[in-house]
Structure formats: structure tokens, C-alpha cells
């Protein structure tokens, strides 16, 4: 049997079936409402950025057990035949809202709730983690490095060779690309995503050529249009020389060497030699290019120091986390069979019923949030929106432009103060629940201890 791990239902926890299974048996059919939220952020993070809801409605739009899966379940010995058999017509019919992709968001802030009856929300839950929490702690990463990079140094995603595994290498492609990215070296991504394409040569090319001058020549001829040299094989100003000479021999043929990439050493001081040895060799409107271990602390600093670098690639450092460590999100039960439900445990504990967030803006920026209770009506825009009704679109998908506007437009509606990159430093962003919200959990909790 042969299955696709991004659409089989079976990728998923193990403790899924074995609560389907008791619900079966006991009956317990009635609807549920389940929110996903982050904790508390740690370290620098000031905020972060919603993303992968367009995977999740596209998963749960084809969600279905294959008769080839009905039977290996079947196979284990864990399940009973009549349990087995309700799969058979397992389809999503629920709600989902959400918010849009692009979307700043804080702590505790629900950013998608599923109201679906109890086994369909519960068996999506490992998946829809899975798919929320990457793409949402890339696209904040993302965004940081854009903020950092402030308009004035392009970048582009190099990190589908760190990534842990193919799914994770394209989807943080795509996230990166909402918060603001230009483009991504996985081609991929590029085809599935429509995401702008860029690329160079691996130190290899050059290895595999008896001479780096010719190797530059050769990769120029046959990609008149898209022509950056990697120059650090062997010793960078030297391969800068020889680019030089390359890109003057390439310009009498008509060829235009767009930029120069350098992989390794101090950046700073790298680039710096490379553009005067460019300069000298009247190269300069070649560009420079910097990839390696870069991030949102690099690239500010890369600006601070006015150091001559034009575009940069971001690779491990945007796709893996870092310490400290980044954010979790939990996908927790806050009402089932009409009645709210929640979690009393230490560092752990919810907020029971289904819930909305509004915003308050003044002057453009961004001022304040309201936790509320959904069926509530407050003052500022709610965040989270109709995206999913008895298990149909409420609207066509959005196009991948659309979000990478919303996400531009939010990081620049955020307060100066957490724009900058030691923002979890400074004072949190309001965020304040409602009375109704308080005394709900006060009377859930007295009911349920």
C-alpha cells in the first residue's frame, strides 16, 4: 500500500483513534468547538504571524479513509470492525474560522477555531498543529528579517537543504514569501506556490571546471539572463578578479553579470573587498549577494555598518528553530454538546467557549486587542473570519499575493517599539479579555472541579 503522508488521515497520533473509538462507542456525536492559540512567547519574540490556514482548508476539503487505510487499521488488532466501518464515510463537515494568512497576532489569541462534530475536530488535531505551527514561526521569523532588512536588502529563502523534510522545505518557502520574501531557490515551491525563482552555482561547478575564469564564462553564455557568480571556491578576491574579467568578457558578447555571491568568511569585511576589487575593475553595477548563517541580527547589522551588500539569502537559520525556544501552539476543546469545556492545569490552563479577537486601530497603528466571547459585539475589526461552512469554501481561495500585501500592511500598522528586534523586551502588546470571557471561566471552573 502506498500513501501520501500529506493527505492520509493516518498521519496523525496514535491517542486520536483511541479517543474516536470510545466516542463511537458511547455515542457521543454532539458538536464541538476547539480553538488553536500559542502560549506565551519567549526571548526577543514580540509577535508572530498567521499562516498555513490555506493548507489546513485544503487538507480538510479532500479529508477521507481509503479502503486500503480502513483495512491496515483493521490490521493492528486495536479497533473494533464497527469503529472501523464508521470511517468509511469519514468526510469533514464543520467550520472553520480563522485568521487570514498575514495576520500579526499575540499570545493566547486564538487563531483558528474548528466547529465541527466532536470525532471530525478531534481526529484533525495533530494535523492541523503540524501545519499552523510551522509555517506561523517561519512566516513571524520571515517577517523579522524583512523588518530588519528594512526595504533596502532583498531576500530570498535558501532553506529547503536544512529543512526536516521535503513538506517542511516547501511550505516554509511559501510562509517566508507571505511575510515579505522575493523569492526562493526551491523550484518546487516555485511551481506549486507560483513563488518568484532564484539561483546560482554550488562551490562544485566551480570544482568540477579546470578554471574558475571559465567556469564564470561558461555559466554566463548559457544563462545570458540570470547570471550571479559564486566567487568564495577558492580565494574570494581572487575569484572576484576573475569574476571581473569574466563579466567584461560576457559584456562584449552582450551578457550582463547581474551579481557576484559570496557563501563564507566576515561578511563585513568580505564585501567590502570584493566591492573594490569590482569597482577597480569597472564592475559597479555588479551586485553583491551575501548567503551563510544569516539572520535578522546579521542583516541589522549588515545595515548598521553600511556594509555593501545588495541582496541577501536566508537558509538554516529561517527554517530551524533557535534558542530560545520558539513559541508552541495548543489545539484545545472549549465547548462540546452546547456547554464550555477547559483545561485547569498548572501553566496549562484555557479558556473556555468559542471566541473572537477584535482590534483597535488609531491613526493606522495598531493599539490593542479584545479577547471575547464570539457571540459578543465590540468595537474594532474581528481577526478571525468565516473560512470553512459544513465543510465547504465560504469563498475562493485567496491568491498567495493577497496574504504577502496583508502581512506588509500589518508590519506596518505594528508599534515601533515591537518592530524592533529586541521587541519582547519592551512592554507587551495590550490584550485584554472581556468580562463575559472572565466570568465564563470562573463559572466553568466551579462546575467542572
Known amino acids: 500500500m ?133 509555517q506561523t514561526l517561519v512566516a513571524a521569523k520571515a517577517a523579522r528579517c524583512v523588518l530588519a532588512a528594512g526595504g533596502r536588502l532583498p531576500l530570498v529563502d535558501f532553506g529547503l537543504r536544512r529543512a526536516y523534510g521535503a513538506e517542511a522545505g516547501m511550505l516554509a518557502a511559501r510562509a517566508a514569501y507571505v511575510a515579505g520574501f522575493a523569492g526562493t531557490a526551491t523550484v518546487l515551491a516555485g511551481e506549486r506556490f507560483g513563488i518568484p525563482l532564484f539561483g546560482t552555482m554550488a562551490h562544485s561547478y566551480i ?122 501552539c495548543a489545539y484545545k476543546l472549549v465547548a462540546y454538546a452546547g456547554r464550555p469545556r477547559l483545561k485547569c492545569s498548572a501553566g496549562k490552563a484555557t479558556w473556555p467557549g468559542a471566541k473572537q479577537v477584535w482590534r483597535e486601530y488609531r491613526d493606522g497603528m495598531m493599539v490593542a486587542d479584545t479577547i471575547g466571547l464570539a457571540e459578543e459585539k465590540l468595537p474594532g475589526r474581528p481577526l478571525l473570519v468565516p473560512m470553512l461552512r459544513n465543510g465547504k469554501r465560504v469563498a475562493v481561495p485567496e491568491p498567495l499575493a493577497a496574504a504577502r500585501t496583508r502581512a506588509a500592511a500589518e508590519c506596518a500598522a505594528l508599534p515601533a517599539e515591537l518592530r524592533r528586534l529586541d521587541g519582547g523586551d519592551s512592554a507587551p502588546f495590550p490584550v485584554e479579555r472581556t468580562p463575559a470571557v472572565v466570568q465564563l471561566r470562573s463559572a466553568t471552573e466551579r462546575e467542572f472541579r
Do not use: K
Request: aromatic share 8%; charged share 25%.
Open 207 to 328: 570544482e568540477a571546471h579546470p578554471d574558475e575564469e571559465e567556469a564564470f564564462v561558461r555559466f554566463g553564455r548559457v544563462h545570458p539572463h540570470n547570471t550571479t557568480l559564486l566567487i568564495d571556491t577558492y580565494d574570494i578576491v581572487r575569484g572576484a578578479e576573475r569574476a571581473a574579467r569574466a563579466a567584461l568578457r560576457l559584456a562584449a558578447e552582450g551578457i550582463r553579470v547581474q551579481a557576484v555571491r559570496i557563501d563564507s568568511g566576515n561578511c563585513a569585511a568580505v564585501a567590502r573587498q570584493v566591492r573594490a576589487v569590482l569597482d577597480r575593475n569597472g564592475c559597479r553595477d555588479v551586485r553583491i549577494m551575501a548567503t551563510g548563517n544569516l539572520d535578522e541580527y546579521a542583516l541589522a547589522g549588515l545595515l548598521a555598518a553600511d556594509v555593501p551588500v545588495d541582496a541577501c539569502g536566508i537558509g538554516t537559520r529561517l527554517v530551524i528553530p533557535s534558542a530560545p525556544p520558539d513559541p508552541d
Open 2 to 134: 502506498i500513501i501520501d503522508p500529506a493527505r492520509s488521515p493516518l498521519l496523525t497520533d496514535l491517542y486520536q483513534f483511541t479517543m474516536l473509538q470510545v466516542y463511537h462507542a458511547a455515542g457521543m456525536t454532539d458538536g464541538a468547538v476547539f480553538e488553536l492559540h500559542f502560549r506565551r512567547f519567549a526571548g526577543d519574540r514580540a509577535f508572530l504571524m498567521a499562516a498555513g490556514s490555506e493548507s489546513v482548508l485544503e487538507w480538510l476539503e479532500q479529508l477521507a479513509f481509503s479502503p486500503e487505510e480502513c483495512a491496515w487499521l483493521n490490521s493492528t488488532g486495536r479497533f473494533s470492525s464497527e469503529f472501523i466501518a464508521s470511517l468509511a464515510d469519514f468526510r469533514f463537515t464543520g467550520d472553520v474560522d480563522a485568521m487570514p494568512e498575514g495576520t500579526i497576532f499575540f499570545a493566547e489569541e486564538p487563531v483558528l477555531r474548528i466547529t465541527a462534530p466532536l470525532r471530525e475536530a478531534q481526529l484533525i488535531e495533530s494535523r492541523v498543529l503540524n501545519l499552523i505551527h510551522l
